[in-house]
């Protein structure tokens, strides 16, 4: 190789590192690695008269050219590298993502009111050794009226406008059933209560829905009296509203208990004073409960000369919409997620 373009190679390849270095985009060195290395590049131009060299001159002048190439394109890989690193970790710091952050949009569901209330009664009465009971929707007839000492032409029968199915079932009423069930697995004593869904054939309006809870209650032992029945009922009342409530007992009839009672509360918002919400009566009613009727006892085989009993069925539905404010049963069954979010 001459001096010449010996001289010309060294300029030529410190020229094009210095190029590389201070290259300021991928586009930079793309344009320094068509120019040199490229087919019509300026090393290709280099090697143009090779074939008039003598064969020691050739071979020195490759080697020069080779390594000048090598050197090129190791500088070129090596910055094209380190924008590729720069555009990776610009990448990563715009696209990071926090994954412990809860998905926008996405809420943590909530319990039914009902839910809510029914739990609440049922950790209460847990706490007093009371076991939570359940029992079919579908009831037979003999359970939801027989047993319960209604029998099939007794007027108490369409006090409650039933759904009836084929085959002497029905959707039960009420939990009273639950009370028959509970007798005849347990046996006395007993203290039960059941919560759970019931069925009227009702028109619906604000105050009437076909579908609404209930929850019952029931103790079985020797010696009880009408005084156990308000001591459980008003501390399940008190343990629900949080407060001191004052309770009382009207005549009611119900043909499973003799007495038969409703309780009411005096109005928590007036304090019977009276008011739009009692109706301005001061009082509210809560409940239907009694002493089991001995034929009830009997006819689950339990006997009434040795066992006493008390009971109550709560309108679980309504309690709700007094503990929330609710103005309408519909929307209790409405699935509708805005009314349902406030809980
Ligand atoms: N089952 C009655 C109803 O749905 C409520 C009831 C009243 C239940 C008195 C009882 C009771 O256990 O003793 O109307």
């Known amino acids: 190789m001459s001096a010449a373009n010996l001289e010309s190679l060294e300029s030529l390849e410190q020229d094009a590192l210095q190029r590389i270095q201070s290259a300021a985009a991928l586009a930079d060195l793309e344009a320094v690695r068509v120019e040199l290395l490229g087919r019509k590049g300026k090393l290709a131009g280099l090697s143009k008269d090779m074939g008039q060299l003598t064969p020691e001159e050739r071979a ?4 020069l050219l080779n390594r000048a190439k090598q050197a090129l394109e190791e500088a070129l890989e090596q910055r094209k590298s380190a924008f590729e690193d720069t555009a990776l970790h610009t990448r990563l710091q715009a696209e990071w993502v926090d994954l412990t952050v809860p998905a926008p949009g996405v809420r943590p569901g909530s319990l039914h009111p009902v839910t809510l209330v029914q739990r609440e009664i049922e950790d209460l009465f847990v706490s007093m050794g009371f076991t939570v009971l359940s029992g079919p929707e579908v009831e037979t007839e003999h359970h939801n009226f027989d047993a319960l000492n ?17 085959g002497g079932y029905l959707l039960r009423t009420h939990t009273s059933p639950v009370q028959i069930r509970g007798m005849r697995k347990l046996g006395p004593p007993l203290r039960m209560i059941a919560p759970g869904r019931v069925f009227r054939n009702e028109e ?79 009082w509210l009613e809560q409940l239907g ?48 997620l805005r009314f349902l979010r406030q809980f």
Request: charged share 25%.
């Open 204 to 282: 619906l309006d604000a105050s009437h829905e076909h579908t609404f809870y209930q929850i019952e209650g029931m103790m079985v032992d020797r010696e009880i009296s009408v005084s156990h029945l308000i001591y459980y009922m008003k501390t399940m009342l008190e343990g629900l509203f949080r407060r001191e409530v004052t309770v009382r007992l009207r005549p009611g009839y119900f043909p499973f208990v003799e007495p038969g009672f409703e309780l009411e509360i005096q109005c928590l918002l007036c304090g019977g004073k009276g008011c739009p919400v009692c109706k301005q009566s001061g």
């Open 60 to 63: 020195s002048r490759g080697k």
């Open 150 to 166: 209604i029998p099939g032409d007794h007027p108490a029968r369409d006090m409650q406008d039933t759904f009836w199915l084929e």
């Open 289 to 336: 409960c009694g002493l089991v009727h001995p034929n009830v006892l009997r006819m689950s085989g339990i006997d009434p000369e040795e066992w006493m009993g008390w009971a109550f069925g709560l309108g679980l539905t309504r309690l709700v919409m007094m503990r929330y404010g609710i103005d309408d049963i519909r929307h209790l069954q409405g699935g509708d």
